[in-house]
């Protein structure tokens, strides 16, 4: 069983930074995708960014240039380093992942994994 454990997030003014970690255990497979995304009040799920087993990146229009997803050496540890803040950049952030898979083209089908972390709230002030 996959098990992910986010930490980071908090409260920062617009122009701010703020980096997200989530730890994950219990991999089985080799070949996996694990990314974040989003959910604001009253908004729709909007997914943010994704590593895979391959390397490839993938990121959302709206933070494309202000956020950044990496991996730790061990490959257990996803990060997203959140540059350049903006007010609606404010939501929930949930780390997710699946295994034997590879991230989707399309981030809005990472709300369709299958092991979800607890979230982690990002307010971003004007």
């Known amino acids: 069983q996959v098990q992910l454990v986010e930490s980071g997030g908090g409260s920062v003014q617009a122009g701010g930074s703020l980096r997200l970690s989530c730890a994950a255990s219990?991999?089985?497979?080799?070949?996996?995708?694990m990314g974040w995304f989003r959910q604001a009040p009253g908004k729709q799920r909007e997914g943010v960014a994704a590593?895979?087993?391959?390397?490839?990146?993938r990121y959302a229009d709206s933070v494309k240039g202000r956020f950044t997803i990496s991996q730790d050496n061990t490959k257990t540890t996803v990060y997203l380093q959140m540059n350049s803040l903006k007010p609606e950049d404010t939501a929930m952030y949930y780390c997710?992942?699946?295994?034997?898979?590879?991230?989707?083209?399309?981030?809005?089908?990472?709300?369709?994994?299958?092991?979800w972390g607890q979230g982690t709230q990002v307010t971003v002030s004007s």
């Open positions: 997710v992942a699946d295994q034997l898979r590879l991230c989707p083209f399309s981030l809005r089908y990472l709300t369709d994994f299958g092991y």
């Open positions: 219990g991999y089985t497979y080799s070949t996996y995708c």
């Open positions: 590593v895979g087993s391959d390397g490839i990146l």
